[in-house]
């Protein structure tokens, strides 16, 4: 049963420790490991299909081939599905907690005021496929509320080192930057940029 599923009972977010909630988050940190090497076993699978495919002559095993690759894809996408729906209730769970514990140092909570509602709302928006970490973290924090320590607040989206090394990739898909190696090297340059306008800042 997953984190949002807990408050479909009579019980609000208040309501759980935060030594709950860490302990819900080695689950999830768990779940996320058995996730990932499923992911990387399935490509893994892929690749060695289409090499097979492409050196065999046989149309017939080829087909053969061609549907076990398939499957693969699908399966590929099924797993990276429950990856992203994993990883944003990781992303409650340790704002819901983070948030416990500012109110426990005698700080005001916006938690007490969340209901069912807001609850089945999030419930909704983390089995979106359509909706990415970075929209999901949008709409937690409108729920959930701001705080001003964005450093140590988990609902920040992708900082900057993620969203570089993601531009990173896809100028690799385009085929603007040619190989992995070049790609590692753009990837490194960027961080230490990053790292002296850091220092600088």
Known sequence: ?????????????????????????????IRESQLIARLEKLEGEREIIFRQGASV??????????????????????????????????????????????RAKGEGSILKKIGGGEVEALREFSERDDIDEEMYAEKLNEILGAVEEKEADPVVGLGDGARSVLDVWARMDDGVIESVEDGLEEARHRSDEEGVAREEG
């Open 1 to 29: 049963m997953g984190f949002l599923e807990w408050f479909k009972r009579e019980k609000k977010l208040t309501d759980y420790s935060a030594d709950e909630l860490k302990r819900e988050e080695g689950r999830l940190q």
């Open 57 to 102: 002559g046989s149309p017939v095993r080829r087909r053969i081939l061609a549907r076990k690759y398939e499957e693969r894809v699908r399966e590929l996408s099924r797993v990276e599905s429950d990856l992203t729906r994993h990883m944003k209730e990781a992303m409650t769970v340790g704002a819901i907690r983070f948030r416990l514990e500012r």
